[in-house]
């Protein structure tokens, strides 16, 4: 008995979780609900191999490329409920990172130096930093790349 959210991950390459529904409902927007005795319903999932793929580059105040950031491409205002539209990395050495399986739409890209687990999926906390986040437009395969200016610990 209770309510579930879908979240499915580790999807390998271009793969992402384009629709899903538990009987008549969409199982992306709304929690599923299991009830004893409740006739069992089938949980459809449609997976999409058309997912973008983003190289991007974070700088310093100094212009220097910085590894160990977080970068988080957070999905536009209409999908900001759905936690399966975020998408994370972390850069690497020579401060760059790929994402891959992005779901095709507009986000704002951020980059910070630290950052608490999970930060970004709270909208007070994105608030703050809203104008320092970079728009772009992932389309399915490959996007252009981008460069970001690092958030500094505060």
């Known amino acids: 008995t209770g309510d579930y959210v879908l979240d499915v991950s580790g999807l390998p390459g271009d793969l992402y979780v384009k629709a899903a529904r538990y009987g008549p409902a969409d199982a992306l927007e ?3 609900t299991f009830q004893p005795g409740a006739p069992a319903l089938p949980l459809q ?14 700088f310093n105040t100094q212009r220097q490329l910085h590894e160990g950031a977080k970068v988080v491409l957070v999905p ?6 759905r936690r399966d539209q975020y998408r994370v990395v972390q850069t690497g050495e020579g401060g760059t990172a790929s994402f891959r399986g992005v779901p095709p739409g507009q ?6 130096e630290e950052l608490e687990e999970n930060a970004y999926l709270n909208s ?13 437009v992932v389309k399915p395969g490959e996007n252009p790349p981008i460069s970001i200016r690092l958030i500094p610990r505060e």
């Open 30 to 32: 709304e929690p599923i």
């Open 45 to 58: 999932v449609l997976v999409a191999a058309d997912g973008g793929r983003l190289k991007v580059s974070v």
């Open 76 to 81: 536009d205002s209409n999908r900001r409920h």
């Open 107 to 112: 986000y704002k890209a951020f980059a910070w």
């Open 124 to 136: 007070d906390y994105l608030r703050g930093y809203e104008n320092l986040g970079l728009s772009v």
